[in-house]
């Protein structure tokens, strides 16, 4: 039963990495075959890096993806804080379910959503070009708010209330007892919905693809516009480029984590 | 008090406006849209067209490749989270990021990656063709479609369910084999039903994507593959036809939520449904 | 909630608000301490009306039930706090945190991380951050409830001492009689939001004003009795003299009788007898039920009987404490239905609950 197991769960991780292991092998190919191997080379990688569309592609998803999150990260917590005093309930409760619209409607539905309120709104005004970056980073907002407030929420609802009326009693007005005991309390919350709607933002493709105008490409809009040509190793080369960057990152936060908790082991003894 | 309340209203009310701006009012659009016609009359013709047998085609076809390719990832998810979960904690850690990274990686990537290793001329059968065996033809075929939706989306499977399995107390087992349980009858009579909410949410979390894709049965289908997702793509950036895509859009939203409410319900009154 | 508080607490008195959870006794502390409004009537403070005055404006600190520990700073910054606010000169926040850390037996725990401490620790960093700013009254909001019962008794000891020795005022709330007699100077007990008895300890255990009083102060045999005249008191069948005054002729009045007061002695010296039902070795004495006419008496005393052995009960008149009916008459004071497992767990109930 237990070696069974492991071999099935074994099966699932090579057909799970298979098609990356193969990318990764064929992106220092020779040749541009994605089948037959016949030498190793950088040519792919010299290539993509000399290609100014996906260097500035790369460039416009940074920008999109630090902007959105950190308006999304603003609105959301100070919404979450709001929301979270509302004395109604019910009122609470209407406002997390239009929250969670974007969260749970495919992509699809929220990226040609909102590209008809867009080109409606801009053709009433008479613009020009009704789609670029400004619509592009309302929707990358709009789809963040529901996962910083989710992440947000539980932090002030798990935190003691008795920690606002600790500071008022030792002296804060409720406004330094916000700043002094409650933000600090729900900061990791703020900082892990951030991160979310970062990479989030980094990750979508759907709703750039419809919210986006000619003059603003993302690099998930660029690769699907390199494969919608002949397939070409250069993409192979961008993706473990990408490949190589989230392992790093996730090595990188796993060791962090570890070390935090071997702190806090050392405190304790 | 009375100041404590609106001080709250007031640091809701800039997200409230953005969710009436951006949420509401683009939904609003959708019904405009499918209800009108490019003079922006009112029509009843988008829905109707829908009625005709190609399209009824494309939604059955969609929501047949949804179903298997979920029924598929919770079959192969179900055991896999179970035999993680009932790992030591450092080896489940492991095991969890090493579900997670490529989901990390864009599916668009992930996708291409699955493209280039089944062509015709791709790795497989060039390997088959060593071995002697002649190429067998996958891409542009259902199976391929399926394939990547499972492939895609199997994570998403896979980490709800680990989640519930992995809270579950190994006492409750315990319990269950004291009481007289078969291994085999605890897994049906306490594994199963504990995990219903993270089997619902897993559910939910492919079938979504599956059901809306245009990308995976783009590139794994062939260009005449058609699923509702290509179809509503095709409206907006093709064929420019919004009313008819906003019609699409208003019927796949629509049965996506009413499937959604079915499910939730599911998992909402635990007890009262027999797994 | 709370109806007809009157309470008038003096300087430098260890005052306690005693009574079962929801009796009312954090609410009334929470008044005090600013962080609830009464719906009507005043609460006065050095003479002058505070009941507008929000909670960082007055000169009284908590210790809040849990602690409320800042989890974001080490034990060194929670005790600064309220001096930090203050903006008091670095110089000065060092000597005083130091000051209140000897005093509450925490020297060189500065640089920890309060989450880390054990619950007596955290307790230690809650009393001194609280009495840092020398507040004229610390509100204590059952501070030992969430600490095993060895830890509690030596926090009592030494809140006591860190009392005496700072010379404030202590209100201190806890549903434990036990916590109340031994270290307040008054104790106020509360049911329904209503003070039943305000008293010395002594004044409490000996002389409970009803029958919630004495049931819930240590433990009490409560019997109907008729005051026939004064220091002629009747129950269980038999008139017996006592030693109060004062009531009607032929009154119905509860009677108190403490366990510790009754003596098993031979049948015929004494009018009152009954038949041994359990015997229960507690180290210290025997704790005995005895049937008398279908009323069960508790009884301690170091002298053992025979379960079925039948036992006389003699009670000096000085140990009968005669009370006047009141709405708790009846509720309490037989031992019929009583499981010791069951008592201990009833008063331990409560304990950490939020009121």
């Known amino acids: 039963m237990k070696t069974l197991s492991k071999v099935y769960t074994m099966l699932i991780f090579v057909i799970l990495y298979a098609p990356i292991a193969v990318m990764v092998l064929f992106s220092f190919n020779a040749s541009n075959s994605t089948g037959v191997f016949t030498g190793f080379s950088l040519y792919w990688y010299k290539e993509l890096l000399s290609d100014p569309a996906t260097l500035s592609a790369l460039k416009n998803t940074l920008i999109l993806a630090v902007t959105s999150s950190c308006i999304a990260t603003i609105i959301g917590t100070v919404a979450a804080v709001g929301i979270s005093k509302l004395k109604n309930k019910h009122t609470q409760n209407a406002i997390m379910t239009v929250t969670n619209i974007p969260m749970m409607n495919p992509d699809i539905v929220t990226g040609i959503s909102m590209m008809l309120l867009f080109v409606f709104v801009s053709a009433k005004l008479g613009a020009s070009q009704s789609l670029g970056f400004g619509t592009v980073l309302i929707a990358h907002v709009t789809f963040n708010l529901p996962y910083v407030i989710l992440s947000v929420m539980p932090k002030i609802r798990q935190m003691d209330r008795h920690l606002t009326e600790a500071a008022m009693d030792l002296g804060c007005t409720p406004f330094q007892a916000f700043c002094k005991v409650e933000f600090p309390a729900i900061l990791p919350g703020i900082i892990s919905g951030a991160i979310m709607a970062f990479t989030l933002s980094l990750d979508d493709f759907v709703i750039s693809y419809f919210t986006t105008g000619n003059g603003f490409e993302t690099l998930p809009i660029r690769i699907y516009s390199m494969t919608k040509k002949r397939v070409t190793p250069d993409m192979y080369a961008l993706s473990t480029l990408i490949f190589i960057a989230v392992l790093v990152l996730l090595i990188l936060s796993n060791v962090a984590q570890g070390d935090d908790k071997k702190k806090t082991r050392r405190a304790k003894k | 008090m009375q100041n404590k309340s609106f001080m709250a209203r007031l640091m809701a009310a800039p997200h409230i406006v953005w969710s009436i701006l951006f949420i509401i009012a683009p939904l609003m659009f959708v019904f405009y849209y499918a209800f009108t016609d490019k003079s922006g009359a009112f029509t009843l013709s988008n829905i109707q067209q829908l009625g005709s047998p190609s399209y009824l085609t494309i939604f059955a076809r969609s929501g047949a490749f949804a179903l298997v390719a979920t029924a598929i990832c919770l079959l192969v998810a179900y055991p896999l989270a179970y035999a993680i979960s009932r790992a030591t904690p450092r080896m489940q850690k492991i095991y969890i990021m090493l579900i997670m990274l490529p989901m990390w990686m864009n599916f668009l990537i992930r996708t291409y990656s699955i493209m280039a290793i089944i062509e015709d001329t791709g790795f497989v059968n060039t390997l088959l063709g060593y071995l002697g065996i002649d190429p067998i033809h996958m891409i542009n075929t259902d199976g391929a479609v399926i394939f990547g939706m499972v492939y895609n989306y199997l994570p998403y499977m896979v980490l709800p369910i680990h989640t519930v399995l992995s809270k579950l107390d190994n006492r409750l087992l315990e319990a269950s084999a004291d009481l007289g349980c078969t291994p085999m009858q605890t897994f049906f009579k306490v594994v199963m039903p504990l995990s219903r909410s993270g089997i619902v949410s897993g559910i939910t979390m492919v079938f979504v994507p599956s059901v809306s894709t245009f990308y995976i049965s783009q590139k794994l289908g062939g260009s005449s593959f058609d699923l509702i997702g290509d179809t509503i793509e095709r409206q907006f950036q093709t064929a420019y036809n919004y009313n008819l895509g906003a019609a699409m859009s208003l019927v796949l939203m629509a049965v996506i939520l009413i499937s959604m409410a079915i499910m939730n319900r599911y998992s909402d009154d635990e007890g009262s449904v027999v797994v | ?355």
Not at chain 3, 94 to 121: D, H, P, T, Y
Request: hydrophobic letters at 40%; a negative charge.
């Open chain 3, 1 to 355: 909630m709370l109806k007809n508080i009157n309470l008038y607490i003096r300087d430098k008195e260890f005052i306690t608000l005693l009574g079962p959870s929801g009796c009312g006794k954090t609410t009334t502390l929470r008044i005090i301490g600013g962080f609830e409004a009464p719906d009507e009537g005043d609460v006065y403070f050095d003479g002058k009306r505070i009941n507008d005055l929000p909670p960082y404006k007055r000169t009284v600190n908590t210790v809040f039930q849990k602690y409320a520990l800042f989890p974001h700073l080490n034990v060194y910054e929670n005790v600064a706090f309220a001096l930090r606010l203050a903006k008091r000169s670095e110089k000065e926040i060092a000597a005083k945190v130091k000051e209140m850390l000897r005093i509450v037996n925490l020297e060189g725990f500065e640089k920890r991380n309060v989450e880390n401490l054990s619950g007596g620790q955290q307790q230690r960093v809650a009393i001194a951050r609280a009495l840092v700013n020398e507040p004229k009254v610390l509100l204590l909001d059952e501070p030992l409830g969430a600490l095993d019962l060895k830890l509690r008794k030596d926090m009592q000891v030494e809140l006591k001492k860190i009392q005496q020795r700072l010379g404030i005022t202590f209100i201190y709330v806890t549903h434990d009689q036990e916590e109340a007699l031994s270290m307040s100077d008054t104790v106020v007990v509360m049911d329904n939001g209503v003070i039943q008895q305000i008293g010395t300890p002594e004044d409490i255990y000996n002389e409970p004003a009803n029958a919630f009083v004495a049931d819930f102060i240590g433990e009490s045999n409560i019997l109907d009795g008729i005051m026939h005249a004064d220091e002629k008191v009747e129950f269980s069948g038999h008139t017996l003299p006592c030693v109060d005054r004062g009531f009607a002729k032929d009154e119905p009045v509860d009677v108190v009788i403490r366990p510790e007061d009754v003596d098993m002695v031979d049948v015929d010296s004494v009018p009152i007898h009954g038949v041994v039902d359990t015997v229960t070795f507690k180290g210290v004495h025997y704790e005995i039920i005895v049937d008398v006419g279908g009323f069960k008496w508790m009884i301690q005393t170091t002298d053992y009987a025979e379960p079925g052995k039948v036992v006389g009960l003699r009670i000096l008149p000085e140990e009968i404490h005669v009370m006047k009916k009141s709405k708790y008459s009846n509720l309490y004071g037989d031992y019929s239905t009583y499981f010791d497992e069951l008592d201990n767990g009833s008063n331990e109930e409560g304990a950490g609950d939020a009121e």
